[in-house]
């Protein structure tokens, strides 16, 4: 069991509304009675399953018991979790799961097995179809991890949770002590996990932040009603997080991944109500193999469930490094046929420098982007001005008139609008509903 202090049960009640959940399926019990199972007791087989309200949004639930044989997975356990799932495909609301395992249930061996393949099923029809959000709480290993992965956004407790396919000492060369591999920042780091809290409370209110501004399921809209003045103007927008939370709805944005990828920025948040993926270069202004895999995750995710994709751009070239010469060229294929691809209103806003190659993955204008704006500082052209300017032999100066300036995209139709930065909140809001999204 996990180090936090509350059951199974009492996650639930920290999680949706007070008195909203109505369990399911409490009574049933394991069929098995090898190893002498019979004489065990394994309440609700070890975990709880709920329908319930957070806010005004329906939401199934299923929290595991680590006190019931530490909430190991048995047949009928997953039976559980998988109608669970079949209830909120049928009833179009997003699946939450609290996860404090020990993995299989030896006990029960081939039928456990069965039921783990029962929920990766399940999971697999649900993706893209409703949200699906894992809580890592407490031990998250082996078969569960995978089940983990096959979730929209992982969120994990530093404090207490852990998550491994292999636990550390398992690992060839390796043990705890030396790199605790399960870790929230390790795990973190290599992009398994999207939102790391420092316990296990913050955990269940991120989850609730998310429930109030996800679409409930692939058909509905993402759209609240917004506090914040639709017509206030931006100071300084800066690159990466701080300009995203600059634009975002009383400066609110839920960044995913933070620790992998750090060159691009990810996440969700509202502009004027309305939520939207959002993607920004960090003022490095660098491509990276790991920043682009988040990158078309999150376009995937948006296309799914119709949110619209806001980018900031601000993009000079590509990682430079040996190992990122394994990876580069397809991974930013990948998040370029991710762009390309996607259905949903794309908006792409120049912030920066747009250069090269690079600057064509980014959601741009050649990708089939929407609307396309630049800041009236921004640079957009083959290279850097001034290399530029040597390669065909003319002054510098002359060549950024020509070919530099954000006026020069505009005039060839590669950018609808040049705006002021003050500006940029407004022309994002008239974006979105001149494409119906409000």
Do not use: W
Request: aromatic share 6%; with cysteine.
């Amino acid at each position: 069991m996990s180090n936090n202090s509350l059951s199974a049960k009492d996650r639930i009640n920290a999680l949706v509304d007070a008195n909203s959940f109505v369990e399911i399926g409490a009574q049933v019990v394991r069929r098995s009675t090898d190893f002498n199972m019979e004489e065990k007791e394994v309440p609700a087989d070890g975990v709880i399953t709920v329908y319930g309200v957070i806010g005004e949004d329906l939401v199934f639930v299923y929290s595991q018991d680590a006190a019931a044989m530490n909430g190991a997975i048995g047949e009928m356990h997953a039976r559980k979790i998988a109608a669970l799932y079949q209830m909120a495909i049928r009833a179009g609301a997003p699946i939450i799961g609290l996860i404090d395992c020990a993995g299989i249930r030896i006990e029960e061996s081939l039928d456990a097995i069965a039921g783990f393949g029962e929920i990766y099923m399940k999971k697999v029809q649900a993706n893209g179809v409703i949200p699906q959000l894992t809580a890592i709480l407490g031990s998250c290993g082996g078969g569960v991890a995978i089940s983990a992965g096959l979730s929209d956004i992982t969120i994990m407790d530093k404090s207490g949770g852990a998550l491994f396919v292999n636990s550390p000492n398992a690992v060839a060369g390796n043990f705890k002590e030396k790199c605790d591999t399960s870790s929230a920042d390790f795990q973190a780091a290599a992009g398994n996990v999207d939102i790391v809290c420092d316990s296990e409370t913050d955990v269940l209110n991120k989850l609730r932040e998310l429930i109030t501004i996800l679409p409930a399921n692939a058909g509905m809209p993402a759209d609240r009603v917004s506090s914040d003045d639709k017509n206030r103007t931006i100071g300084e927008l800066g690159f990466g997080r701080e300009a995203l939370e600059a634009i975002a709805d009383s400066n609110s944005f839920i960044e995913l991944k933070a620790d992998f990828g750090k060159e691009m920025v990810a996440g969700l948040m509202t502009v004027d109500g309305q939520t939207v993926g959002a993607l920004a270069n960090t003022e490095e202004g660098v491509l990276s193999s790991d920043g682009c895999r988040k990158a078309e995750q999150l376009v995937y995710f948006c296309d799914s469930f119709g949110l619209p994709i806001v980018t900031l751009t601000n993009v000079k070239s590509y990682a430079s490094e040996i190992s990122e010469e394994k990876t580069i060229a397809s991974r930013v294929a990948d998040m370029t046929y991710a762009f390309a691809s996607a259905d949903v209103p794309r908006v792409n806003v120049i912030t920066g420098e747009a250069y090269g190659s690079s600057y064509l993955s980014m959601n741009s204008k050649h990708l089939g982007a929407d609307l396309v704006l630049a800041l009236d500082t921004a640079k957009v052209g083959a290279m850097d001005a001034k290399l530029a300017a040597e390669a065909v032999g003319v002054d510098e100066n002359t060549y950024r008139e020509l070919q530099e300036g954000a006026a020069g995209a505009a005039k060839r139709g590669y950018v609808d609008n040049v705006i002021p930065v003050a500006d940029i909140r407004k022309h994002l809001i008239y974006a979105l509903q001149m494409f119906g999204m409000r």
